[in-house]
C-alpha cells in the first residue's frame, strides 16, 4: 500500500492528466458519481491537511511575520486581479469568468507544499502561507468574488463563507484535533493521505470534467490560454515580488508556488454550489486543476536545478 502511495504521490501531473483525458473522452466512468459528493471529498483533502498540520507550523507566522504577510498578501492580489484582467482582455463570456475569478480569489492548493519541497523551497513559509490563507479564504474568499464579479453576477458572500467553513475550515481542524489527541493513529495514516488526497482530487476533477465533456469538447480554447496564462503569471510574478522585496531563492521559490496554485478544488466546489444557473463556471477549476500540477511540476525541476 506504501508503495502504490508513493507511486501516485510521485506521480501526481501525470495521475490527474490521465483521468482528465479518461472522464474527457468517456464521460460515463465518473458521470454516475453524485455532484454532491464534491464536498465530501474535498473536506477529506482538507482533514489530510490538518492531520499534517502541528503547533510547529504555525511558529513561521510568529517567527517571520514579513515573509508570510507579503505571501499572503501576494496570494490575494495578485491572482484575482489577474482572473479579472485576462477575463477582460480576452473578454470571456459570464460564465467562464465567474469560474476564472473563482480560482483566482481561493487560497493556495494543498499541492504547493509538495511541489515548494520538490522545488527545494521553503517549506516551512510554503506550509504557513497554505494554512493561513485557508483560514482567511472564509472571508476573503467571497469579499473578492464579491468585488469582482459582484457586477455582473449576484454573489452570495454569506453562503459562500458558510461553504468554505463547512468544506475547508471544519476539516482541518478534525484533522488538527485527530492529530493531537490520537498521535499514533495519525501517525499511522500520514503516509497514506497524500494518496488519498490525490485521488479524492482526481475524482473531483473526473466529475466535473465528465459533466461538463460535451461543453468543454465544444469551447474555445480561448478558456485553456487563459488558464494556463493566469497560472503561469502567477507563478512568475510571485517569484517576482519575492525578489523585489529582497527575499533569499527559497523564499522566492515558496511564494512563487504558493501564489501561482490555487485551490481549484474549492473553486469547482463553490462554482457547483452557488453558482449553478453558469454551468460552465465549473469549467476553469476542472482546467486548472490539471494544468497547475503539470506547471508545478516543471517548475518544481526548473527551481530545483537553479539550487545546484
Known sequence: MKTIAQFLTKYLAV??????????????????IPPKSINWMLGIVMCGMGLNLKL?????????????????????????????????????PTELAVGVILVGCCPGGTASNVITFLAKGDLALSVGMTTISTLL???????????YAGQSVDVDTWGMLLSITQVVILPIIIGIVLNYWFGSFAEKVKPYMPAVSTLAIATILGIVVSLNAERILTSSLIIILVVMLHNLC?????????????????????????VGMQNSGLATSLAA????????????????????????????????????
Do not use: Y
Open 15 to 32: 495521475f490527474i492528466l490521465a483521468v482528465g483525458a479518461v472522464a474527457l473522452f468517456i464521460p460515463a466512468t465518473f458521470s454516475w
Open 137 to 147: 479564504a472564509p472571508l476573503l474568499t467571497p469579499l473578492l468574488v464579491l468585488f
Open 273 to 308: 454550489t452557488h453558482f449553478a444557473m453558469f454551468p460552465l463556471a465549473t469549467i476553469p477549476g476542472a482546467i486548472f486543476s490539471v494544468w497547475h500540477n503539470f506547471s508545478g511540476a516543471l517548475a518544481a525541476s526548473l527551481f530545483s536545478r537553479s539550487f545546484r
Open 56 to 92: 510547529e507550523d504555525f511558529r513561521v507566522v510568529f517567527s517571520r511575520p514579513k515573509d508570510v504577510i507579503i505571501g499572503c498578501l501576494a496570494q490575494f492580489i495578485i491572482m484575482p486581479a489577474l482572473a479579472w484582467g485576462l477575463s477582460e482582455l480576452f473578454h470571456l
Open 234 to 258: 502567477g507563478l512568475a510574478l510571485g517569484f517576482l515580488t519575492g525578489k523585489v522585496l529582497g527575499l533569499e531563492r527559497p523564499q522566492q521559490t515558496a511564494i512563487s508556488i504558493e
